[in-house]
């Protein structure tokens, strides 16, 4: 019998039950559903809405459920519509009619919020974890390779020397970003709906701050019909979700182009690697790309949630069941990509000196080249004109333009001396940049120095 069967006199069609029913995804968050049910009887015991015997008796058979499912031995019933009437049928059959109370005072509506709520808060938590694992591995090369020189690139260009350090602390930026529109998010959706009802409230003497506080909620909502459809904050998380999942396949371009045999910038760990099943000397980089193209996966449950609420009135609709599904699938991707690229890092080979001699050959000290003649009295404009007119010579000459003879210099520009050299060296460019952000050593250390700090904010700082 249906929760709502009462007012129908024929059963469901066989399909609109298979296609109505959402228990095959929505067990998913059991843990969340007991809790909830757990506060609202303690809740109703408290305002003598139930005796203290019943409610304990729902309590105690509560947590009987939840750890049986926890264990794995109790079977689901696979008729049952959703996991709010399994569990409740389940507790009826074992405690008998104290059990058919639980429900005194919400509905499937304000209950299946409370459980969407709970499970999202939680994933946000586990997600901001994964974050703070990466953000640690960051942090771990960066101190390492503040000295390490690479080109930095522009339009897939060569443009200016930087570092290792300075390149992935890019990276640290934006996923300390990510970190902190999980926060937002999770701050934002922290009021508890249970107490809404379908839409109205209930004539019941509800405690529903009692209720929030036990479910560590800041508050209860403040509109009962926008408590049951409400799901800005599953949007608001697939949104943080698609950003972070943006950031990780950038990262992951970079690499796939780093490990290839054209830059050999870094060697991926065998474990991170797959063969060809035709040419024996491949090892691709098969976590990288699936990352890269799980990406629009992620894109789609946000696109989908977005167009699912777009059009729905007020208040609940069984559209909303549609929240699942997609967000489920979202959040595993998100979490495994997360830590496989979190330990693909980890275990990856940079070649310093390969990318050291990339940045010599791709006349990324050029500018400091014109900023040489700048600072002996060249209008910049000028100066821009006459390197460009040495990198057209080096490249007459196929040399780098510290290979170029100071003759040649000269003679496009006497302002040149035999310093030239020293200024264009490109440990020379790389340490006299230290304004904030740059990848001088100074200002590495100023931003490692900062990041360190937001770790240790976060509580995920470890001593390297």
Known sequence: ????????????????????????????????????????????????ILTESECELICDGLKQILSELDLGTLAWDEDAEDIHSFIEATLTERIGDAGKKLHTGRSRNDQVALDMKLYVRDEIDETKRRVAELLKAIHSLMTEHIDTIMPGFTHLQKAQPVTLAHHLGAYMEMFK????????????????????????????????????????????????????????????????????????SRFCEEYI??????????????????????????KNPDIAELIR?????????????????????????????????????????????????????????????????????????????????????????DAHGIIGRLVLACEERNCALDELPLEVYQSICPAFESDIYDAINLQTCVSKRNTAGAPGPEAMKQEIAADERFLITIGAYTKY
């Open 257 to 282: 182009v780093w490990n290839t045999n054209e830059y050999r910038f870094i060697t991926v760990d065998d474990a991170y690697s797959t063969g060809s099943s035709i040419m024996p000397q491949k």
């Open 177 to 248: 970003r990510d970190y902190s529109r999980l926060l937002d998010v999770r701050s934002r959706m922290n009021t508890c709906p249970l107490g809404a009802g379908a839409l109205a409230g209930t004539t019941y003497d509800l405690d529903r701050a009692y209720v929030a506080k036990l479910l560590g909620f800041d508050a209860a909502t403040s509109n009962s019909m926008d408590s049951v459809s409400d799901r800005d904050y599953v949007i608001e998380y697939l949104d943080a979700c698609a950003i972070i999942m943006m950031h990780l």
């Open 1 to 48: 019998m249906k929760l709502w069967g009462g007012r129908f006199t024929k059963e469901e069609n066989v399909l609109v039950n298979d296609f109505n029913a959402s228990l095959k995804f929505d067990r998913r968050f059991y843990r969340q559903d007991i809790r909830g049910s757990i506060a609202h009887a303690t809740m109703l015991g408290k305002q003598g």
């Open 293 to 381: 193209g799980k990406t629009g996966r992620v894109y789609g449950a946000l696109t989908s949630m977005l167009t699912t609420m777009k059009g729905l009135p007020l208040a609940y609709n069984k559209d909303m069941q549609e929240d699942k599904e997609l967000t489920f699938d979202a959040i595993d991707t998100v979490k495994a990509s997360l830590t496989l690229f979190t330990d693909m890092l980890s275990s990856t080979t940079f070649h310093g000196d390969v990318m050291e001699r990339s940045a010599a050959g791709g006349f990324t000290n050029a500018t400091d080249a014109a900023d040489y003649l700048v600072k002996h009295g060249v209008p910049f404009r």
